[in-house]
């Protein structure tokens, strides 16, 4: 028999509808009757705090939100951050340096917030993502005059490069790496970095350590390259249909699409029985 105790999932093309922004009435109906059983609910995105709470408008009983790509968790229960694992100051500021010399946009987390440097709005470029939803991103992004300043001595949750050309791609990976951070990305054109140790499979196992369970009461979903940590710690993780192969390689099982309710179905089977 099948115990399932906690279930972790991405939002943007995995809880979330094609739009972004949604949740369907039969996934958010799934996720209730299964918190009602018990289970503890988390989300894991690498949107920054500010970009969820539209999605918890609509899931007001999730438990945890692990948010910046697993550089934090916050427990809603206690309306704490119980963790945190950041990009220290000085490597943080250097990488600044770096990416506005090589023109990119960029923006960096800080405690839960986005900002980004004025005057780079123009190396944005959206191909990826339906303009009401960029429009409800715009609305937590905060421009800084100089991010380096704003920092102040503070560490970064994430950096999150858009647009990024196909030839630059592993320009960019490459110094991250080097820097000793973690490199994902969430769609194309995207490079993300975080701490070396900070990922949504690190933090999803901090979670289960808190609450006394293993990876075996665990369900995951997600369908993106910074979901695969998780992905690969959970016993019942599921990659979307949507996925890319990187995702669907390092899950056990593949669900329906987001826009097909996947993951509802797939709660439906395993941890509703």
Do not use: W
């Amino acid at each position: 028999m099948i115990l399932i105790k906690l279930i972790a999932t991405d939002l943007d093309g995995t809880l979330m509808s094609p739009d972004h922004l949604t949740v369907t009435e039969r996934t958010v109906n799934t996720l209730k009757t299964a918190h009602d059983k018990g289970i503890k609910i988390a989300i894991a995105t690498g949107r920054p705090m500010a970009l969820v709470d539209n999605v918890v408008t609509q899931v007001p009983f999730v438990d945890y939100i692990i948010y910046s790509n697993g550089a934090c968790v916050y427990d809603r229960n206690t309306e704490k951050v119980i963790y945190s694992n950041l990009i220290e100051n000085r490597l943080s500021v250097e990488l600044i340096d770096y990416l506005l010399e090589n023109k990119v946009f960029f923006e960096i987390y800080v405690h839960g917030k986005s900002y980004y440097q004025m005057g780079t709005e123009a190396l944005f470029d959206n191909t990826e993502f339906p303009q009401k939803f960029i429009n409800e991103v715009i609305k937590t992004m905060t421009g800084c005059v100089s991010l380096t300043d704003f920092l102040n001595g503070e560490g970064v949750e994430k950096i999150t490069l858009y647009s990024v050309k196909d030839h630059d791609r592993e320009k960019f990976k490459n110094r991250f790496s080097a820097a000793g951070l973690a490199v994902a990305s969430s769609f194309p054109g995207n490079v993300e970095a975080t701490a070396g140790t900070a990922d949504k499979g690190e933090a999803l196992k901090g979670i289960c350590r808190l609450i006394g369970i293993t990876a075996d009461e665990c369900m995951s979903f997600g369908d993106a390259g910074n979901d695969t940590p998780m992905l690969r710690f959970a016993k019942y993780s599921f990659a979307m249909g949507n996925a890319s192969d990187e995702c669907k390689a390092a899950a056990k099982y593949i669900a329906l699409s987001n826009a097909q309710d996947g993951l509802a179905i797939a709660v439906e089977k395993f941890a509703l029985v």
